[in-house]
Nanobody, 128 residues
Framework: QVTLEESGGGLVQAGGSLRLSCAPS????????MAWFRQAPGKERDFVAA????????YYTDSMKGRFTISRDSAKNTVYLQMNSLKPEDTAVYYC?????????????????????WGQGTQVTVSS
């Protein structure tokens, strides 16, 4: 069972930046798809961004495209989420997720149930 360790959350002022990290344990696979989701209090868990482990493609929620960037460093076995121009509405717990295989029509990249492994979450708070 792969575990995902997240880090990098914290408190930042509006307009600031944070970089989240997600490091999977054990041996990695080029078939993996990694993603970030976020969940604000009282709301559903929403898709943020996804990337394949080989780094050939990325997906974003339209509202975050241009502010957030997902990337991975295969040498460090780490996936990152760079968040710039943060807004108070970005305040949420951010979760790293892993899918061990390609996305399908029934398991698309932006659906939480498509992912079988989750990190514990890291809190991001943006003050106004």
């Amino acid at each position: 069972q792969v575990t995902l360790e997240e880090s990098g959350g914290g408190l930042v002022q509006a307009g600031g930046s944070l970089r989240l990290s997600c490091a999977p344990s054990g041996r990695t696979s080029s078939s993996w798809r990694m993603a970030w989701f976020r969940q604000a209090p009282g709301k559903e868990r929403d898709f943020v961004a996804a990337i394949n482990w080989s780094g050939g493609f990325t997906y974003y929620t339209d509202s975050m495209k241009g502010r957030f960037t997902i990337s991975r460093d295969s040498a460090k076995n780490t996936v990152y989420l760079q968040m710039n121009s943060l807004k108070p509405e970005d305040t949420a717990v951010y979760y790293c997720a892993l899918r061990a295989g390609a996305f399908t029509l029934g398991a698309p990249y932006n659906l939480a149930t498509a992912y079988g492994n989750w990190g514990q979450g890291t809190q991001v708070t943006v003050s106004s």
